[in-house]
């Protein structure tokens, strides 16, 4: 059974770490480190403040048994993960934290291995809003679906702009009622919302960022000189981040029926068109389409679809108590262990340790 962790604990778990561990790839007196102990797994977490509101943190470790993460919703952030190891693809994420709990399971024997560069107080929305600029157009009618969902659920009932809604959910005070967490709060059509721009935040990490994660790895330098040199490279790296969100080189025309053709696959996604009738539902033919969802998302029609159900399967699997079997029924799996293999492909675990864990949480 799946341990319950407590993200803002970390030291019920971790124990206070030394500047001189040989573990570590650089460190410097003002660094926070924590060492996971041997009965718990390996490994460290290495915290490197930059400025007050701006902080590198380099995660490395391998827990010996599945771990609940549950974060209480005390913390307002946003995060750019760039993941070094991961269970499928190196991705870099954006990924903003509203002061929601949120609940995940880290696998056992996995090791996790990431830099995270952290944002805090007034240097929040200046990053949220770079980020929504570089979003297509027609995404930006799922990040106010989101955002007024949050904001709504907070009491707040006016219409806002996006920049008006990020205001009020970053800037108000923070809320830790029991259910504050977006599965529970969003509705069907503002989950869908959410799954789309997690699939608009999510970049395999390029060449360039490679780079930079080494040298960020490898830095040479001490005191003032090492926070400036990572300070710069950690900038590079979000810089880099927002250059993987260039738009697609394909006409307005294409690019709304790829949207159109993902928006079809979302509401349809129990018992979808076939690639063949999808194209030909939003005017175009398969191979452009094919095309169009890999310049886009980064996948094909199937792939973005399975990422989907995934994802709403997660949702079941927290909210709900149905069966492994009604679950993947739901998402439109007619086979358990087809479903089983996708979802520990995608999720790292099974789902039915997850949804003993997600039970965990609710306890």
Not at 211 to 218: E, T
Not at 221 to 237: D, H, N, S
Not at 246 to 260: A, F, G, Q, T
Request: charged residues 20%.
């Amino acid at each position: 059974m799946a341990k319950r962790l407590v993200l803002n604990r970390w030291e019920d778990y971790f124990s206070p770490g030394n500047v001189s561990d040989s573990q570590l790839f650089h460190a410097d007196a003002s660094d926070r480190i924590l060492v996971c102990p041997p009965w718990f797994g390996e490994g460290y977490i290495q915290e490197i403040p930059l400025e007050d509101s701006f902080n590198l943190v380099i995660h490395d470790f391998t827990l010996n048994q599945d771990v609940v993460i549950d974060t209480r919703g005390k913390s307002k952030h946003l995060k750019f993960e760039f993941q070094i190891i991961s269970i499928d693809s190196r991705y870099s994420y954006f990924s903003p934290s509203f002061g929601l709990k949120y609940f995940e399971i880290t696998p056992a024997q996995q090791r996790f291995f990431e830099i995270e560069i952290v944002f805090r107080e007034s240097t929040l929305i200046k990053y949220f809003q770079a980020f929504i600029e570089r979003l297509s157009p027609q995404l930006h009618g799922d990040v106010a679906n989101v955002l007024q969902a949050i904001y709504r659920h907070r009491g707040g009932g006016s219409t806002l702009t996006t920049t008006g809604f990020l205001n009020q959910i970053y800037k108000g005070e923070s809320r830790s009622d029991a259910d504050e967490i977006l599965e529970y709060l969003l509705t069907n059509d503002s989950y869908s919302a959410a799954v789309s721009l997690m699939k608009a935040a999510r970049h395999l990490i390029t060449a360039a960022m490679e780079q930079v994660i080494g040298q960020i790895l490898s830095c040479p330098y001490q005191g003032a000189v090492r926070r400036a040199y990572l300070k710069g490279k950690a900038l590079e790296l979000v810089s880099l981040y927002f250059e993987t969100m260039v738009r697609p080189h394909i006409s307005n025309i294409d690019l709304h029926c790829i949207y159109e053709a993902a928006a079809i696959l979302r509401k349809q996604f129990v018992n979808p068109p076939t690639v063949e009738t999808l194209a030909r539902q939003v005017s175009t033919n398969r191979l452009y389409l094919n095309q169009g969802f890999h310049q886009v998302f980064g996948t094909t029609p199937y792939g973005y679809l399975r990422d989907y159900r995934l994802w709403h399967a997660r949702r079941l699997l927290i909210t709900s108590d149905l069966s492994i079997s009604s679950v993947a029924t739901a998402v439109g799996y007619t086979c358990r262990s087809h479903f089983a293999t996708a979802f520990r492909q995608r999720m790292g675990i099974n789902p039915k340790p997850f949804q003993i864990g997600a039970w965990q949480y609710a306890s």
